[in-house]
């Protein structure tokens, strides 16, 4: 019943109702303590449905190829967190259509998705926990940093993720060192020691989190380069985000380095 109600939908607005039908009170607690929206934390104010992210993901799996770009606005100035994210999704869902093998030098699908970058990036403030920013942006941003673009080359593309990392929003903050995780795991490590550096002495703990993350994922394929990393930074990086970096080491390896930092 719920499938075909879904293929249905072809506007935000059908999306939006459908969603808000879907309302559990119970879950919606537990949801905004989740993600810290009371005075004072950096969710404050933000509302849920209580709807789980595999019920979003169906509705952008049934509906979202069929919905305009033109209706994504709608979605992701939702006071619903939950729709935000469906917005997103459907973004990350028509973006990774157009970045096939088949299609990666295709004049027309290059123009379609720099659109879809643009839209991202004109809306990113909407992201504003790290769930929206680590459910899309990798696979948006990301992925657009190892592709043909119109709107500029790595010079431009550096810039934009620039402007992302100095702005005074956490998330676009966020977003610039999150993105990173595709280029690392495709070859290029290059864009993430350039935002961890960036981010280094950053105050806030979510993105001591991000980007001891994003190091280790890049030293997966690149470790000798996470050691040159460490071996330079090691002394003046949060203990958070050094333990996050280092987390895939041997326990040996490990406490060397919690040791060695700090001293």
Known sequence: ??????????????IIK???????EEQRQGLMRFFKTGEGDYGEGDEFLGIKVPQTREV??????DIPL???PELLMSRWHEVRLCGFLILVDQFERLATKRLEHDEQTIKKR???????????????????VDLSVYKILGHWLMLPSALGDNDYKRNVLDELATSSCLWKQ??????????????????????????LHHPHDLMHKAV???LREMGKGHIDLLRDFLRQHAHEMPRTMLRYAIEKLSEAERKQWMTWSHQ
């Open 18 to 24: 459908y969603m808000e039908s879907l309302q559990d």
């Open 1 to 14: 019943m719920q499938t075909n109600i879904i293929l249905k939908m072809t506007t935000a607005s059908e």
């Open 114 to 132: 720099d659109e879809i970058v643009t839209l991202y990036l004109q809306y990113a403030e909407q992201a504003n926990n790290w769930d929206l």
């Open 70 to 72: 033109s209706e994504i």
């Open 174 to 199: 966020r977003m610039s060192i999150v993105c990173t995780w595709y280029p690392s795991h495709h070859g290029n490590p290059s864009w993430c020691l350039r935002y961890s550096e960036i981010h």
């Open 212 to 214: 001891g993350w994003m």
């Open 60 to 65: 952008v799996k049934s509906a979202g190829k």
